[in-house]
């Protein structure tokens, strides 16, 4: 799988380069400066991107953790907004790549959206969320979902499924159904990612959702919590979903 590499004259990465790394632990931070007006037209983005203003550039800047890490800027077409907004931060010693073509392009190409219309709110630190305390393969798919393609930055709170509402309601959380599944998500969020039917149907598979589940009771025996029982975990889903878009021929 391709990194971002941060060249010396045109600061623009593809829409390919940029899609096969949607999903990944190491997908880079993507920005959407669209314009209100134009956003309003149609409310999607990249899976992951967060929105900003391109008049707010410093406060940008400060969201940005790892000022050595590119981030990509995404503006409609890739022109002003986005390569003003790559040069600015580029100015200022953080390495910025703007979208070639926009999210215009990203969606002429099929590729994955999701609708930030069905999204929590999300603080600098990312939204709330809340999932039950059971460790299972379908409480993992849920928080996989939302760390890898929804809120990378999301807080995750685990509780006794009983007390999720009421969770919900005290501290401004998100809550998942239990019963949720890949299907159910991707419904609710209106996440196109064609690749994820795939990774669903993968793990459904008896001999890796059996080996999954012995993992993941290993895993619960190191962990002294959900939050240490799901940062072990993460990376078995990361690495059947870097199995499967490697050998699978399906579109992002």
């Known amino acids: 799988m391709p990194n971002l ?28 400066l669209c314009l209100p007006e134009d956003f309003a037209a149609n ?36 022109r002003k907004i986005s390569q003003g907004a790559a040069a600015w931060l580029t100015a200022r010693g953080q390495k910025a790549l703007f979208l070639a073509g926009g999210i215009d392009a990203w969606r002429a190409a099929h590729l994955p959206t999701v609708a930030l219309t069905g999204m929590p709110k999300a603080g600098r630190n990312g939204a709330i969320w809340a999932l039950p305390n059971t460790p299972s393969l379908a409480v993992l798919q849920s928080a996989w979902i939302i760390k890898r393609w929804l ?53 459904s598979k008896a001999p890796t959702r059996q080996t999954l589940e012995v993992l993941l009771k290993g895993h619960l025996a190191l962990s002294h919590s959900m ?6 975990s993460l990376s078995l889903l990361d690495a059947v979903y870097a199995s499967q878009v490697q050998h699978a021929e399906v579109p992002a």
Request: hydrophobic share 40%; net charge negative; aromatic share 6%.
């Open 5 to 32: 590499i941060f060249p010396t004259l045109t600061p623009d990465v593809s829409c390919e380069t940029l899609s096969a790394l949607i999903g990944r632990p190491d997908a880079p931070p993507v920005f959407d």
């Open 43 to 78: 409310p999607t983005i990249i899976p992951g991107a967060r929105r900003a203003r391109h008049d707010d550039l410093p406060s940008l800047l400060d969201d940005i953790n790892d000022p050595k890490d590119a981030c990509v800027i995404v503006c409609q077409k890739g």
């Open 151 to 203: 809120d990378p930055r999301a807080n995750v709170l685990y509780v006794d499924a009983a007390e999720l509402t009421l969770v919900g309601e005290k501290f401004d959380a998100f809550t998942v159904d239990p019963e949720s599944s890949t299907k159910d998500m991707m419904s609710q969020f209106a996440l196109n990612a064609p690749r994820l039917d795939q990774w669903s149907v993968d793990l």
């Open 227 to 232: 939050t240490d029982w799901q940062d072990r």
